[in-house]
């Protein structure tokens, strides 16, 4: 049953997702004891020009 | 008022859009009795690639 | 794989929303193709305190 | 703390959601207490294709 | 058309909810053009028991 | 920056939703490089009278 939503700013490669997909199924199921198979994880995407922290979008702040 | 939020994978055609939208808003309003133009209706569509079961992205599971 | 997120105002009986899972469920499968054990319907219900139109709370409007 | 999510139609200039950004974070601010760092903006951009209201999607209705 | 979905901790009061349906409708009407009508807030609150920052629920953070 | 959204059904004790900030915390930080402090994770609980799966209230389903 359980539907992890995970947003976050584009850019993380295939490989991370992949690895994240199955580590954060992997802690659902063993804390929940949901089945892995009923376990949904899908990725938001956003840029960093949609995404703003103190009133300031992130790809016009200095880092 | 109601807001219908569809996530679904991407891929579906324009007429599959049409259709579910006249389709998911007629039921709801027969059913709460909600006007049409009140209903609205949001696809948010994911790429298998952003999106998991099982702990794998579903563009890496064997179908 | 579908998941249906119906944002809605607090006061739906259990019929109606009995009625609105099978109903939505299979406007889902007939259009989409997906099967209906594939596809979740989740109810988000939102108090009339807590939603707001044109800037005015719903349970200080007058109807 | 807070997170805002702003579900809106695609299309909005650099200079809007700048300012967005900036008078959506100082309101709430202002009102809640919140220290602006704490505060999130999310833009949720939709295609008039992938939205809908009365059950007709947005970019086939006559405006 | 546009949704303010605002994810924030439960306990504000019922004036400073009045005052943020307000307070973002008018800056959401003042920088999109949207007409206030068009606009919903929905407040989504979360208890400190069901919020974690840095691994750690904020009920059980030391303030 | 991360937030995880967790939907699932009510019912979780304390010991879960803490054991579940911390892991799913250490997991993405492991995998992104976000620093642990920049993840929220917040769960959304639903219960089982507003959550349908293949057309049917999970609370009228036979287990």
């Known amino acids: 049953m359980p539907i992890l939503k995970v947003e976050m700013l584009s850019g993380r490669t295939k490989e991370q997702k992949r690895e994240l ?8 199921a063993r804390v ?8 949904q994880v899908i990725f938001a995407e956003t840029s960093s020009a949609n ?3 103190g009133g300031i979008l992130l790809d016009e702040q200095e880092h």
């Open 51 to 53: 995404w703003a922290t």
């Open 21 to 28: 997909a199955k580590a954060l199924t992997a802690e659902m």
């Open 32 to 39: 929940t004891g949901n089945k892995p198979g009923t376990i």
